[in-house]
């Protein structure tokens, strides 16, 4: 039987498939945020509705059947039963079978086929439009408020859904009745009301403790929820670069689906015992209106068997709180309206309707003409013009603010240039997707990012079908095998299936660039970026990775940012940039040769890293 009603339930749970895209972006508005919000949802909505309406409809007939008993008690002189065994069947079977039924539909409607769903399905659609934006929206912003929005927004949306259920059901019409009544009426009826409390109050005893261990099962279900979202929030970029977005999509489903489970088994428990309390509160008004009638001989009036149906009755509603439901969706109306403020207005960058596949045979790029300045009068670059052959190894040289990560930013379309454009073996990047843009480059940066996931899962973001093998390998060829073998997190696990902790926090900056080196290595990507790729590192282990990085760079179209200039000496080509334009271009020794800014940068630079802007005039 159980195995049936876990079935059963399971199959209700599976009427939403929170996993459906959302039609077009969130709207600003309250009323159209709800109906994006909800599509696709609203057929079970409409179930949940309809049995709460023939829910309240079997609270209006068992107040009728009473009377009608009533009524029947005081014409009757003869055989009661004999005469009216059809009102008394009538009653048994709705109060017994009817009701708890429809109250148990209703509650599997609200536990199981409703809240779990919605509040992921809008989750989920919240997450991915986010996950959409531009850097600058992140940057403006804290991470853990965007998540904070998203969740305080799904959850607030269905507790609107379900409460509004809720009060379609009863109305403002539920009120509790009083124990001394019965007792006013007569002790034995108070008797009756005793023993039946006490088998509710078993009941509540054998059900509480399970309710209480699946709810904390949920609770953490949904922090952990909220850590997988900011965790990826956190490190957006690193998303973007690696052209992860699918993948960050497939960890966050995977985190609510298992919310979504704990979410069923607290629904199952919770219809379990909604169920089981509306059979128990079926019970009472049987045995009280039966006592009364018994009991019409010690002068018990028509007047208290209707009294004693209205109070049992009221108790088996148990909805009093319909005026804390209400109080409960205005506040819960404000806090979706505060999020949809934070996270329904575009800052993103769109592709375009016919955008293709990038497909890279060489990697030769080109900036023509390329503008950008942050909507600022000054800053970024102006007017940038660079052929960069395939297999080419290029370095950016610059004071800071010189437009080097700009130009890097502007390849990878962190942003869209002003004027001009880019392209990667005569494409234009403007014209195809932005994920296979990113496919096909491989970036190391000076703040290396890491998710508070194992040391596997990190280097493998840059491939994720590679193997074990392969990421060892990848960790090898940047000098982090060993110390990942000796890792070990505050659970116990160790090595490459350790957890790094929130943005490798547990690292050295030095092994946290290491990783991020493997996994550039493993993405194997046409086109190499190296921002500040060693910044971090001691000359040793800097001197040990000098061979993987060059042959990292082999067969590759490489672009290069770094202050020490040793690092980049031995590269092809240098271009200096000067507030955003090019100043000189050539190799280190044609340059180092014309006592330009690259010899002035070369020769005042101290222990190999460039100078300031300052000295450099």
């Known amino acids: 039987m159980r195995a049936l009603l876990r079935k059963m339930l399971n199959r209700a749970g599976d009427f939403i498939d929170f996993r459906v895209p959302a039609d077009g972006p969130p709207p600003d508005r309250f009323g159209r945020f709800l109906a994006w919000a909800l599509r696709g949802g609203w057929p079970v909505i ?187 929030i956190s490190n957006v970029k690193t998303v973007k670069l690696f052209a992860q977005a699918q993948h960050e999509d497939d960890k966050a489903l995977g985190a609510m689906g298992d919310l979504r489970e704990r979410a069923l088994e607290f629904g199952e428990v919770q219809t379990l015992f909604r169920f089981g309390l509306i059979f128990i509160a079926g019970v009472l008004p049987i045995a009280l209106v039966t006592m009364a009638v018994a009991l019409r001989s010690s002068g018990i009036s028509p007047g208290d068997v209707a009294a004693t149906g209205a109070v049992a009755i009221r108790l088996a509603q148990m909805t009093g709180w319909i005026s804390f439901t209400l109080m409960g969706i205005y506040s819960h109306v404000g806090e979706v309206q505060d999020g949809i403020n934070t996270l329904a207005p575009p800052d993103r960058i769109y592709d375009k309707d016919q955008a293709h596949a990038l497909v890279v045979p060489a990697a030769a790029i080109r900036f023509d003409d390329v503008a950008f300045s942050y909507g600022r009068q000054s800053g970024g670059i102006d007017r940038v013009s660079l052929d960069i052959p395939a297999g080419q190894k290029l370095a950016l040289v610059g004071a800071s603010g010189a437009g080097k990560s700009t130009l890097v930013s502007l390849l990878l379309r962190i942003y869209d240039p002003e004027r001009g454009k880019i392209c990667i073996d005569g494409q234009d990047i403007a014209e195809v997707t932005q994920e296979s843009l990113r496919a096909q480059i491989g970036m190391v940066t000076q703040d290396t990012a890491m998710f508070n996931r194992t040391a596997f899962d990190n280097i493998r973001y840059g491939r994720p079908d590679a193997s074990l093998d392969e990421v060892i390998e990848a960790a090898k060829k940047a000098e982090a095998h060993e110390f990942i073998v000796g890792l070990e997190d505050h659970k116990g696990r160790k090595g490459y299936d350790a957890y790094l902790g929130e943005r490798g926090v547990k690292l050295s900056g030095g092994q946290r660039q290491r990783i991020a080196l493997a996994r550039v290595i493993l993405k194997d990507a046409p086109i190499l970026v190296l921002d500040e790729a060693t910044s971090a590192l001691d000359s040793e282990v800097e001197a040990a990775i000098q061979d993987t990085l060059g042959r990292m760079m082999d067969g590759k179209t490489v672009i290069a940012i770094a202050h020490r200039l040793s690092t980049i000496a031995q590269l092809d080509r240098i271009v200096v940039l000067n507030d955003g334009r090019i100043i000189e271009d050539g190799s280190h020794r044609a340059l180092s040769g014309m006592n330009g800014a690259y010899a002035r940068f070369w020769d005042r630079q101290s222990g190999g890293f460039l100078a300031t802007a300052e000295a450099a005039e």
Not at 102 to 107: K, V
Not at 125 to 150: C, E, H, M, P
Not at 218 to 231: C, I, L, P, T, Y
């Open 46 to 232: 409409w179930i949940g509705i309809t049995i709460s309406i023939l829910s309240g409809a079997t609270e209006v007939l068992s107040i009728y059947l009473l009377g009608a008993i009533v009524d029947a008690v005081d014409t009757t002189e003869a055989n009661f039963l004999a005469d009216h065994a059809g009102i008394i069947i009538l009653s048994v079977v709705v109060l017994l079978i009817v009701r708890p039924l429809l109250f148990g539909g209703l509650a599997i409607t609200q536990s199981v086929m409703i809240a779990p769903n919605i509040f992921s399905q809008v989750l989920a659609r919240l997450f991915r439009w986010t996950l959409g934006q531009s850097v600058t929206f992140f940057d403006n912003d804290f991470a853990g408020r965007i998540a904070q929005k998203q969740v305080q927004a799904s959850t607030s949306l269905t507790e609107i859904v379900v409460e509004t259920v809720n009060a379609i059901t009863f109305g403002l019409a539920t009120v509790l009745g009083t124990a001394f009544l019965l007792g006013s009426i007569s002790p034995w009826m108070l008797l009756v009301f005793a023993g039946w409390f006490a088998s509710y109050l078993g009941f509540l005893a054998v059900m509480l403790p399970r309710i209480r261990r699946r709810a904390a099962a949920r609770a953490e279900a949904k922090a952990m929820v909220s850590g997988q979202v900011v965790d990826t």
